[in-house]
């Protein structure tokens, strides 16, 4: 069993920056790739990133790409979202997850969510 807390979240114009963190509960953190995802309101759950158990690979959604870098803190069981160049499109609510799944994209595939924090993006 896995426990996800995500903080970090706010209000930003566009063009700023801010870093999510997922706080992970367990000793098994090290074992799960995590992902984040996020929802616009009146919109499906989407991919954002994610990063395998090592943080030796990292995939990006093509919405983020260069913008948004995932990582991981193995040792302090928490993982990062670093988003750059913020546009009022990035505005929802972000999850974290964990998923036992080798780097997986597929939202499927992840098994235990945090409660979400919410990201503004102002125009």
């Known amino acids: 069993q896995v426990q996800l807390v995500e903080s970090g979240g706010g209000l930003v114009q566009a063009g700023g920056s801010l870093r999510l963190s997922c706080a992970a509960s367990g000793r098994t953190f090290s074992r799960y790739t995590m992902g984040w995802f996020r929802q616009a309101p009146g919109k499906e759950r989407e991919f954002v990133a994610a990063?395998?158990?090592?943080?030796?690979?990292?995939y990006s959604g093509d919405s983020v790409k260069g913008r948004f870098t995932i990582s991981r803190d193995n040792a302090k069981n928490t993982v990062y979202l670093q988003m750059n160049s913020l546009k009022p499109e990035d505005t929802g609510v972000y999850y974290c997850?964990?998923?036992?799944?080798?780097?997986?994209?597929?939202?499927?595939?992840?098994?235990?969510w945090g409660q979400g924090t919410q990201v503004t993006v102002s125009s």
């Open positions: 997850a964990a998923s036992m799944s080798m780097a997986t994209t597929a939202e499927g595939r992840y098994d235990y």
């Open positions: 990063i395998s158990w090592s943080g030796g690979r990292q």
